[in-house]
C-alpha cells in the first residue's frame, strides 16, 4: 500500500516563530488532507488540498502532486498550535484515507 | 457545518463485555462513515468503511465478528465491540464524508479492564 511519512516527527518552537511540516507519498493520490489533533484527540480540518497554494490566516499549505508531496507552514505560532498534524491521502478510488507517521508539535511561551 | 458526534466520550469496562459507540453525522447526511482506531503515539489506522443500507467493508486483519458496525441511518453508524478485551483498549474515532471530504468526530476512548 501507499506509504505517507511525514517530517519531522517532533517540532519544538518559540511562540511567534515560523515552521514548515512536510508530507510525503509514495504513489498518486487523489486528494489529501491536512488535520490537527488536539491534545484532546480531536482532528480538526485544516486543508483539502489536491494540488496547488490555499492559505487560511496563519495557516496555509501547498501540494505538488507530480513530485508527491505537500507542505504544511506554521507563521507567527501560537501555544494554541500544539499538537499533533497530520497528512492524510486519499486511495482506492477516492474513498479511503491513510494517515501519515504524523508531527508531534509542542510551541512554548 | 460539518459536525460530528461520538459517544460515549469515553468508557471503562470489564473483560469480555460489549461496547457500543455511536457516530452521528449532527448537519449533513453521510452515506459513508468510516471507523478508525488510534494507540499512544500512532498515527490513524482505518478499520473499516461503514456505508449506509449495506455490509460494511473491513480492511484487512480487522475481525468483523469483533467489530459490528450497523449504518442504520444517514446519520448514524455504530460500533459494537464484542466481547471486549485489554488489547482492544484504543481510541476509536469516526468520519463521515461530505462530498468529498472527510470530518471527524471527537474519538472515543475505550479502556478494558
Known amino acids: 500500500g501507499i506509504q505517507v511519512e511525514q517530517s519531522p516527527p517532533d517540532l519544538i518552537l518559540q511562540e511567534g516563530a515560523n515552521s514548515t511540516l512536510r508530507c510525503n507519498f509514495s504513489?498518486?493520490?487523489?486528494?489529501l488532507q491536512w488535520f490537527h489533533q488536539n491534545p484532546w484527540g480531536q482532528l480538526i480540518n485544516l486543508f483539502y488540498?489536491?494540488?496547488g497554494t490555499k492559505q487560511n490566516g496563519r495557516l496555509s499549505a501547498t501540494t505538488v502532486a507530480t513530485e508527491r508531496y505537500s507542505l504544511l507552514y506554521i507563521s507567527s505560532s501560537q501555544t494554541t498550535d500544539s499538537g499533533v498534524y497530520f497528512c492524510?491521502?486519499?486511495?482506492?478510488?477516492?474513498?479511503?484515507?491513510?494517515f501519515g507517521t504524523g508531527t508531534q508539535l509542542k510551541v512554548e511561551l | 457545518g460539518a459536525v460530528v458526534s461520538q459517544h460515549p466520550s469515553w468508557v471503562i469496562c470489564k473483560s469480555g463485555t460489549s461496547v457500543k459507540i455511536e457516530c452521528r453525522s449532527l448537519?449533513?447526511?453521510?452515506?459513508?462513515m468510516f471507523w478508525y482506531r488510534q494507540f499512544p503515539k500512532q498515527s490513524l489506522m482505518l478499520m473499516a468503511t461503514?456505508?449506509?443500507?449495506?455490509?460494511?467493508?473491513?480492511e484487512q486483519g480487522v475481525e468483523k465478528d469483533k467489530f459490528l458496525i450497523n449504518h442504520a441511518s444517514l446519520t448514524l453508524s455504530t460500533l459494537t465491540v464484542t466481547s471486549a478485551h485489554p488489547e482492544d483498549s484504543s481510541f476509536y474515532i469516526c468520519?463521515?464524508?461530505?462530498?468529498?471530504?472527510?470530518?471527524f468526530g471527537p474519538g472515543t476512548r475505550l479502556t478494558v479492564l
Open positions: 468520519s463521515a464524508r461530505r462530498l468529498s471530504e472527510q470530518f
Open positions: 448537519d449533513f447526511q453521510a452515506t459513508t
Open positions: 461503514s456505508n449506509e443500507g449495506s455490509k460494511a467493508t473491513y
Open positions: 492524510a491521502v486519499y486511495t482506492g478510488g477516492g474513498n479511503k484515507l491513510t
Open positions: 488540498i489536491p494540488s
Open positions: 504513489d498518486s493520490v487523489n486528494n
